[in-house]
């Protein structure tokens, strides 16, 4: 029962952890802004496209988002080499996210041009604006306002979902405390020291998120 | 390319697979439930003590908020390595998947309560201010006021999140606990294919999954007031294909 903590190792090491959440941080950025072009390529197929585009972006979505990325990424690192194609772990990582993150924001996007309201851009055609116009000052606020929030959740949640990048080997915050752990073997500390980086990164990034959000689109964030 | 995939076919697709991954999968869908379950209680308390306003209960409050602030906020792969280095440290002796269900209770706790908390949230304050006007005590108002009004606010949410736990219980495989994902690494093991082995754990995971998050979409619509149902429906009518002429 007795365990005396040491984080003198841990201490020392925290320069080479900070660079992991440099790349947890990458790792998350990277996926979220392919994942939102797949996301944004989705929602307008979803909402403009023929029947048939429509269905194929619904099985995407269906699949990616009923299913756990880290079997995706199992699939795409060890299943694809069997037919040829052989990827790096990091490629593998951040296509598994992209693909998987895709998934999701595709449903966001879409609610989020879904909730412009019809009665709003016939307004937009009354005032005599110009369909540019109408994008810019109308449709695109208003967007902005209802999905900013649930973007920034999702943001946060990629954060926390790179470190699945530490079981194949992508040397990230939780890869690098790995390391640590097992070259120190002061696993609890090296483990709370890493809990505590997450949460100091993700409150960081909702906290500036929020400040941008309220600043640039009204929107009303809660960071609590 | 496909030959090897092709020639274990028949070996790989036997009544013990079969068995084998179902059994997995009901081991998955067990933690999840318990872990959830055992979170949504858990979050219950957690919602009552932040909706405390005496000063005595300050410091529980205090305390109970850090928890759910941080525990939202660190990843469940994290989660699991300190809970079982944790409970080796301590010396207990208590098995893996016992440890990745305790951290689903750890983490499920933090976000359901945050759940329950927006739901209760949800009723009108006049009730409560109704509640006070009739002198309903605290336990009373929480009973006979706020659940009854806002357990079908709490429910969808509350069961969406239980479905996506389910994917995340995958991660539980990287400590060696015998579920869905560690299944196909045993069966990996085996030597059969990985195309052949995680397809098939995909399509488990889909099996499991999909139903479920139907059944919560069914809940939700079920569930939602007749007004909330008319409001979404306008929605739907107003976005969709007939919205490009006017744009455009």
């Known amino acids: 029962m007795d365990y005396t903590f040491q984080f003198s190792n841990v201490i020392q090491n925290l320069p080479y952890l900070l660079k992991g959440a440099v790349l947890t941080l990458e790792i998350a950025f990277v996926s979220f802004w392919l994942g939102s072009a797949i996301g944004l390529a989705g929602a307008m197929a979803k909402l403009h496209g023929g029947r048939l585009l429509r269905a194929l972006v619904s099985v995407y979505i269906t699949l990616f988002t009923n299913t756990p990325a880290l079997v995706q990424i199992f699939f795409l690192f060890y299943a694809l080499p069997d037919v040829g194609i052989v990827l790096e772990p990091m490629t593998a990582v951040l296509i598994g996210l992209t693909l998987n993150s895709g998934a999701y924001l595709t449903d966001i996007l879409r609610s989020g041009v879904e909730s412009v309201r019809k009665a709003e851009i016939e307004t937009a055609v009354t005032l005599g604006m110009s369909g540019l116009q109408t994008v810019r000052y109308v449709i695109l606020p208003h967007i902005a306002k209802t999905i900013y929030a649930p973007l920034c959740n999702f943001f946060v949640w990629l954060v926390l979902g790179s470190s699945l990048g530490a079981i194949f080997g992508v040397e990230e915050l939780t890869g690098r405390a790995i390391n640590i752990s097992t070259a120190n073997l002061r696993t609890i500390e090296t483990f709370s020291v890493v809990a505590a980086i997450y949460v100091a990164l993700t409150f960081i990034a909702s906290i500036a998120l929020g400040l941008v959000g309220r600043h640039l689109f009204r929107a009303k964030i809660k960071v609590f | ?248």
């Open chain 2, 1 to 248: 390319m496909f030959d090897l995939i092709i020639s274990q076919a028949p070996r790989f697709f036997t009544w013990y697979t079969f068995v084998f991954v179902l059994e997995a999968m009901g081991r998955t869908l067990m933690m999840t439930v318990i872990g959830c379950s055992v979170g949504a209680v858990a979050g219950f308390a957690i919602t009552v003590i932040r909706s405390t306003t005496s000063n005595w209960m300050m410091l529980f409050r205090l305390a109970v908020t850090v928890y759910v602030e941080v525990f939202r906020r660190i990843p469940f792969l994290v989660i699991l390595f300190i809970v079982m280095y944790a409970s080796q440290g301590l010396g207990s002796n208590i098995s893996l998947s016992a440890i990745a269900t305790v951290s689903i209770c750890l983490v499920a706790t933090a976000f359901l309560s945050e759940i329950i908390r927006a739901g209760l949230e949800s009723v009108p304050r006049q009730q409560l201010e109704a509640a006070q006007v009739m002198n309903f005590g605290f336990t009373r108002t929480l009973f006979m006021v706020l659940l009854p009004q806002s357990w079908k606010v709490i429910l969808p949410p509350a069961f969406a999140f239980m479905v996506m736990f389910i994917k995340d219980t995958s991660l539980a495989s990287q400590m060696g606990v015998v579920e869905l994902t560690f299944t196909g690494k045993v069966l990996m093991n085996r030597g059969y294919s990985p195309f052949l082995v995680y397809g098939v754990i995909l399509a488990a995971y889909f099996a499991l999954s999909y139903p479920l998050s139907k059944f919560g979409a069914y809940l939700e619509n079920r569930l939602g007031s007749p007004q909330r149902r008319k409001s979404v429906e306008r929605v739907r009518a107003n976005s969709g294909p007939e919205k490009r002429e006017l744009v455009g």
